[in-house]
């Protein structure tokens, strides 16, 4: 019997996530950050919380429009 393998990709958006909450985050890890600056530390939070599926508020710092 012939095995047949299947590649599916489940997108979920689990959470939203606010300015403020992206700067907090940003601020307490930016010792962990490849950055000095809170504004560059908060783009890197909020492409990270993307590419986890968490959606970046709109207005947020980082966000060019809708995921």
Known sequence: MARETVSVTVTLEL???SREQ???IAIR???D???TGVAAA???VAGNARSIGVRVEEGAVGNA???
């Open 15 to 17: 959470e939203v996530i």
């Open 22 to 24: 992206l700067r907090h």
């Open 29 to 31: 890890k930016l010792p």
């Open 33 to 35: 950050l490849d950055t």
């Open 42 to 44: 908060t783009r890197i």
């Open 65 to 67: 429009g809708p995921s």
